[in-house]
Each structure stands twice: as C-alpha cells, then as structure tokens.
C-alpha cells in the first residue's frame, strides 16, 4: 500500500495511480462537467471566457486539455508539445512526436524480448522445475 500527498489539497491518501484524492477527484469532476456544458453552449469561447464564466481556474482547464478530456478546435501557442514545442490540440504530444515515441518503444520492446530469447539454459545451474522433476524421481 502506498501513500502519497494529494497535488491539489496536499492530504494523504492511498495512492491508486492518480495523483488527487477522492475528494480532490469528485471536484475536478465537478469543474470538467462545468467547462463542458460551457463549451456547449458557447464552442467558440477562450480558456480564458471560460474560466471567467465557469470559475474554473485557467491551469485546471489546461490540464483537461494536456489529459485529453477537452480538445482546441485549432492548435494553439497554449497549448503545445513538450517535445519539440509545435502548437497542438490537445494532449501532451503533437502525432509525429506521438508516431517517433511508439517506433522507439516497440524498437526498445524487440531488441529486449531478442535478449531473453537469446539466453540458454545454463547446464551449471539448476532451475527450479528441473529440481522438483529430479527430487520426485528419487522419491
């Protein structure tokens, strides 16, 4: 069990993989279902309208959009890529920086998987199965 101080209200919880508490978790909830409905009603408007009309800070509404939860009709100088710094729509990557990112790790994924099927069995050691075989053998 591992617990962490929440991003947001700085309380202790039991970490699951999300950086907020539940409760910290409910009013993000909360504030993306305002922004949402706003951009509804008004698909036009600027993060800044929109968190004037919503009281939803600009940074909460920023991270909804690095998260992939709200996406920019264009890409925007706010918003941009933290690899290369190209201006994007949503997300934390633009698709070619996306497109390199997935080549290296399928690249790094099959030269890992060549080196464990690489690796024979050491006669010199004995593995566990081949252990169990040989002690009910002589049983």
């Not at 591992?2 to 909830?29: V, W």
């Not at 909804?64 to 009709?73: P, T």
């Not at 264009?74 to 941009?80: F, G, H, I, K, R």
């Amino acid at each position: 069990m591992e617990i962490r101080n929440c991003k947001r209200c700085n309380r202790l919880f039991q970490y699951n993989g999300i950086k907020y508490c539940a409760s910290c978790l409910m009013e993000l909830d909360e504030m993306y279902k305002k922004v949402r409905d706003y951009l509804y009603e008004h698909p036009d408007a600027t993060i800044i309208e929109v968190s004037e009309a919503t009281g939803v800070e600009e940074k909460i509404i920023l991270e909804f959009l690095r998260e992939g939860r709200l996406e920019l009709k264009e890409p925007s100088a706010v918003l941009t890529c933290e690899r290369c710094g190209k201006p994007i729509t949503m997300g934390r990557m633009c698709k070619e920086c996306l497109v390199v990112l997935e080549r290296d790790l399928k690249k790094g994924f099959n030269e890992s998987a060549r080196k464990v099927s690489d690796l024979k069995p050491d006669s010199r050691r004995i593995h566990v199965a081949d252990y169990i075989i040989k002690k009910r053998d002589r049983e």
